[in-house]
């Protein structure tokens, strides 16, 4: 909520009319979840009209077992070089707002 409000103060903004977050897949965070609590939260505030949109960016796994990068999905997160789920999260962790629009 701060985040939008000093956005609207800081570009003379009277109401926030869309927000874009990006929501990471091992980010913990539940979209549908996020989606009910903007729509409680928002009201009596600069977001009370607002719109949230939520993008899911593709996870991005590091095997450390055969070193390879590569594109894995919630539900498969096995390398598909050699099979082992032994990997780091190079992007899929993401909480952030990518952009307020205003009127």
Do not use: W
């Not at 570009?11 to 996020?34: A, D, M, T, Y």
């Amino acid at each position: 909520m701060s985040i939008a409000e000093s956005a609207v103060q800081k570009n003379n903004l009277k109401r926030v009319v869309r927000v874009v977050l990006e929501i990471g897949q091992f980010s913990g965070v539940e979209p549908e979840l996020l989606r009910f609590a903007f729509k409680v939260i928002k009201k009596g505030t600069v977001l009370e009209q607002a719109e949230i949109e939520i993008e899911v960016p593709p996870l991005l796994l590091y095997c450390n077992e055969c070193e390879t990068e590569y594109l894995g999905e919630i539900d498969q997160l096995r390398c598909p070089g050699c099979l082992k789920e032994r990997f780091k999260v190079i992007r899929g962790r993401e909480m952030m707002v990518r952009s307020i629009v205003g009127g």
